[in-house]
């Protein structure tokens, strides 16, 4: 089911034509639909069915306030990545005791503030971690609850740059290394063992990596309780895929499935915790932009656009594929084939190429699956301002975040003294 779709020949947004949001808001815009975010969300929590579980929606796919807002409400929790998602969760109306604290670089002052705020868990990636969370809790006079997030070395068949779980990559705790370094845990006065992480990369498109990567972890699980330290939650990372180009990833069904068949078989009855990112944010939010010019070489056609890599960067840093397509769909009828380039100077600033297309200066078009790791990445390269986010709810539009002025651009920035 798509939220974005076109009626009598006009791409939608829910109930909203996208055109009456570019004219209203302007051009580069992204435009998200609740309902999608919302049946994500729900779709997963369903497939659990009665099973004990947690859903930490992962802050950076999309971190937009209303966007972490609106799954707060659902009950949702959070995985993070730095003090700052933390802050946004908080002002968002999230609960830090249902947020999973991740990342390979945490500093001193992250922790202090995490640990501060009591979060679930501060999902550790190295020995060297666990020594200053140690530090960090005891400074603070608590207990800090804690994870370790192994690295199962599976290989998750994606882009390698969206591949973490395999032993060349710099995440997660080594399985050869993890048992000691539970055992290390266990000793500290200030670590409680709560739980065991892993999270193996994104866009994985089979069930078959996740149940490999479960049943490693799972083996690890018992051979810690044999040792008398018990996991009290399991966290299986995010990394679902979904469908920009044509792409069949499991359903939410088939993914909790296979991960309910795999504890079943060990008889295990732990809770599991889910960190999508992607599958909830992906295909909730479409890149709104307006091209500026046609331009025609010898062998290719342009289609030069106002929104470039700094808005929308997964194309020239992945090569990832997104869609695009005419806003109106009653241009002149003729199609051509073009790159749909941006305005920043690099080659690699393509948002596609070869894309058929019936479009002309002025025309608009939609980016889509836009909604994850998309508006999160953008920058200010070639000093262009970020664009505005808008979140459609039925018939209404909501600016979610003004789109940024010129006066931001040099924020914080001086001259030398004369
Ligand atoms: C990025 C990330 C996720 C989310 O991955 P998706 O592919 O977007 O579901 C989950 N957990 C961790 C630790 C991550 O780094």
Known sequence: MSFFEYQNGHLHAENIPLQKIASAVGTPCYVYSRAAFETQWRTLDTAFGDYPHSIFYA??????????????????????????????????????????????????????????????????????????????????GVVASIAFRVNPDVDPETHPYISTGMDKAKFGVPMGAAYDAYQRAAALPNIQVHGIACHIGSQITKTSPFSDSLEIVLNLVKRLANKGIEIKQLDLGGGLGIDYQGEVPPSAQEYVTAMLNGVKKHGITLPIGIEPGRYIAGNSGVLLTKVEYLKHNESKNFAIVDAGMNDLLRPSLYQAFHRISAVEKNSTGEKMVFDVVGPVCESSDVLGYDRELDTQAGDLLAVMSAGAYSFSMAGNYNSRVRPAEVMVDDDKVHIIRQREEQEDLIRGESLLPE
Request: proline share 0%; glycine share 10%.
């Open 59 to 140: 802050v950076k796919a999309n971190s937009n306030i209303a966007v972490l807002n609106l799954l707060a409400r659902l009950g949702s929790g959070f995985d993070i990545v730095s003090e700052g998602e933390l802050r946004r969760v908080l002002a968002a109306g999230g609960d830090a005791n249902n947020v999973v604290f991740s990342g390979v670089a945490k500093s001193k002052s992250e922790l202090e503030f995490a640990i501060g705020k009591g979060v679930r868990s501060i999902n550790i990636e190295s020995v060297a971690e666990l020594e200053r969370v140690q530090q960090v809790a005891e400074k603070l």
